[in-house]
């Protein structure tokens, strides 16, 4: 299913419409996911509208919080970003134990840095998760 994956038929414009639900996040991550599914995350950056004015990607390193942490670093040093949503790629499925612990860690770092979390969105072979859903 995923190595198929295209933008639906809405997508929300950047710096115009809103991004407002994990829907709408997952449409414009899925235009910068690399295929083949490789470990990587990706970010889009939003203003105070939900408007995106960002995206990056970077390969995702062993540790969550100093993948999260070098987000929020470049979310940080662009003027107009208040908020974030994250998209981590997992190619094979990993164990979720650990979810709600790295959303907490995720949560506090974004507040400590001025931002908010909008979503986090996990894409794997066959599934998405949204982790702050399940919180």
Known sequence: MLQTLRAPIYLPRANTDPVSSPHAALA????????????????????????????????????ISNNINHAIGLCSSVLNATSLSICTVEPYPLSRGNDLKYL???????QHAGLKLIDWLVVTRGAVINIRAVS
Not at 104 to 110: K, M, S, V
């Open 28 to 63: 414009v991550f899925s235009l910068a996911l690399r295929r083949p599914l490789c470990d990587e995350i990706l970010v889009l950056m939003l203003d105070n509208q939900l408007r995106g004015i960002g995206l990056m990607s970077f390969d995702a390193v062993a540790s």
């Open 104 to 110: 907490e860690i995720a949560q506090d770092l974004c």
